[in-house]
């Protein structure tokens, strides 16, 4: 399932790397408006934990980014944990400064918006 079928911030996810995916995979994602990012997986436990870092984008705003996913068994329930890691661009650095709590609102999305989607389909 790619996040771009549930995700508010991805359009479109291309997986550049040959499977069996794992540490080192690559793949493309465009954002609205059409800007590209290329990621690539530092960290791929199947099934419990992945991470990766944007090694290129047409962003101007981001010095250096990266995620980090782990998920796990919480009595009955699951354990999502998502930790985003922004480096913003020295001229972007004061204006993100200011809109981080609207950034972490939008960000927060995110996971509820995947908990609504597999809700569904389950």
Request: net charge positive; charged share 20%.
């Amino acid at each position: 399932m790619s996040l771009a079928a549930w995700g508010p911030a991805i359009r479109k996810v291309t997986w550049t790397s040959p499977r069996p995916f794992g540490v080192g995979t690559t793949r493309e994602v465009v954002l609205p408006g059409g800007a590209t990012g290329r990621e690539r997986y530092f960290r791929w436990d199947e099934g419990s934990s992945h991470a990766f870092y944007v090694y290129e984008s047409k962003l101007p705003i981001f010095e250096r980014f990266a995620e980090d996913y782990v998920v796990e068994p919480d009595g009955a329930e699951t354990l999502f944990t998502w930790t985003v890691a922004i480096e913003p661009k020295n001229a972007f650095r004061l204006p993100l400064k200011v809109l981080a709590p609207v950034l972490k609102a939008a960000l927060g999305q995110v996971p509820s918006g995947g908990q609504r989607y597999f809700a569904k389909h389950a």
